[in-house]
């Protein structure tokens, strides 16, 4: 079965700083998705980043960019000039498919804190 | 283009009762998927479906149930509610089933909390 994991139950960064948030995988897929979820207090889940696991680029959007490592299963996000509207929890996701059923598996998150 | 709306916003149920929460996908997408997000922690896949059938089902009891309606919009029903069933639950919708266009685009989510 597929896994996510993210050790760093809380980070913080000055504002305008960079900060990476970690996330490791387990899989024996050698196709998937993976995915980079914002949660604020607000509780909407909002896309952040997606990569494929076939293309071997890094995704980049505007201030979000990963750093995909698919023989270390490992999957990063890299927030660069944070603003204070970053402050969130940030959960890293992998969509599995299995039996016909695409599906979602999150990790257990990361507050992010933004210092002003 | 309207988001993915869900009802009610709260809701506070007593153990043994039974509930529906109630979800409104996203114009056009036809796949629903609901998820258990307890206090702390990550979203849980309840299941999913795709044009009105269950199409996938996460470690959940059958009292755990759901449907899928001809607009697409969705109900979650939980029978014999327990403590452990408080949580957030939070709905997505997708454009499509599979591929690049799976992406979900999540509700804002009914809390739910059983005493």
């Not at chain 1, 980070?11 to 970690?22: F, K």
């Not at chain 2, 007593?14 to 996908?25: A, D, F, M």
């Not at chain 2, 996938?56 to 697409?72: A, E, K, M």
Request: charged share 15%; glycine share 6%; proline share 4%.
């Amino acid at each position: 079965a597929q896994t996510v994991t993210q050790s760093q139950p809380e980070m913080s960064v000055q504002e305008a700083e960079t900060v990476t948030l970690s996330c490791t995988y387990d899989t024996s897929e050698s196709d998937y998705y993976l995915f980079w979820y914002k949660q604020p207090p607000s509780r909407q889940m909002i896309l952040v980043i997606r990569q494929e696991a076939y293309k071997q680029q890094n995704a980049t959007e505007n201030r979000f960019s990963v750093n995909f490592q698919k023989a270390a299963k490992s999957f990063s996000l890299k927030i660069s000039d944070s603003q204070l509207g970053d402050a969130a929890m940030y959960f890293c996701a992998y969509r599995s498919y299995t039996s016909g059923t695409y599906k979602y598996i999150f990790g257990t998150g990361t507050r992010l804190k933004v210092l002003a | 283009e309207t988001g993915v709306t869900q009802s009610p916003t709260h809701l506070i149920k007593t153990r043994g009762q039974q509930v529906t929460l109630r979800c409104s996908s996203q114009s056009g997408h036809n796949t629903v998927s609901w998820y258990q997000q307890a206090l702390g922690q990550g979203p849980q896949f309840i299941f999913q479906y795709y044009r009105e059938e269950e199409n996938g089902r996460g470690n959940f009891p059958p009292r755990f149930s759901g449907l899928q309606f001809p607009n697409y919009s969705s109900e979650l029903n939980v029978n014999a509610l327990e403590l452990d069933d408080s949580a957030l639950y939070l709905c997505a919708s997708s454009l499509a089933l599979a591929g690049p266009y799976n992406e979900q685009f999540f509700g804002p989510g009914t809390r739910l909390t059983v005493l």
